[in-house]
């Protein structure tokens, strides 16, 4: 368990809408999250990003089922060669979302700039990876679902950059075999 875990399973909310407690524990949290920053500022390989060259890096924050902030990685990530030196990717991970409903899991993920033939998914009983590469775009997600799912009973939508993919549940399924996704 991180420290942020244990800071934030010792903190108790007073109000419904106090999402980061007093100011000593936003302080500690914002402490945290600059932290991190200043991690990926050391590691990440500027001078490896082509000139003119555009790249995105950031964190969502958001309040996990458990009542938790989670803090989530996107965009462009770097790839290390070797100990000391690190690498651009050319693909971005994008930003996603998942709910775990009590017969389907639903998973967005935002992947503009691209056309849904460019999208290629494949789900397996615990996993969705979502790839896309064309000329001006390239993401590549692999997402550990929460659950046991049913890959044939999967539904895809794609609209204004945002992919909404929605998987039944299931209990359990001894092959592991993935499953295209054919999106509407």
């Known amino acids: 368990m991180s420290s942020f875990d244990e800071d934030w399973s010792k903190r108790r909310r007073r109000d419904p809408f106090d999402f980061f407690g007093t100011d000593e524990e936003f302080e500690r949290m914002f402490q945290q999250m600059e932290r991190m920053w200043e991690k990926v500022f050391q590691e990440f390989p500027f001078d490896r990003i082509e000139p003119g060259k555009s790249f995105i890096h950031g ?10 902030p989670k803090i989530q990685e996107f965009g462009h990530r770097p790839h290390r060669i070797t100990d ?8 971005r ?22 056309e849904k033939n460019d999208i290629d998914l494949n789900i397996t009983d615990n996993t969705l990876e979502i790839i896309v590469d064309n000329s001006n775009r390239k993401y590549h997600k692999l997402i550990e679902l929460p659950c046991n799912v049913i890959p044939e009973k999967s539904k895809a939508t794609y609209k204004n950059g945002v992919l909404d993919v929605n998987i039944k549940l299931r209990e359990w399924r001894k092959d ?9």
Do not use: C, Q, W
């Not at 592991?176 to 509407?184: A, C, L, Y």
């Open 59 to 68: 964190f969502n924050i958001h309040m996990g089922p458990d009542g938790r």
């Open 84 to 91: 000391a030196k690190y690498s651009v990717l050319d693909e």
């Open 93 to 114: 991970e994008p930003l996603t979302d998942i709910i775990e409903g009590d017969e389907d899991v639903s998973i967005t993920v935002e992947i503009p700039g691209v």
């Open 176 to 184: 592991n075999e993935g499953f295209n996704v054919d999106i509407e």
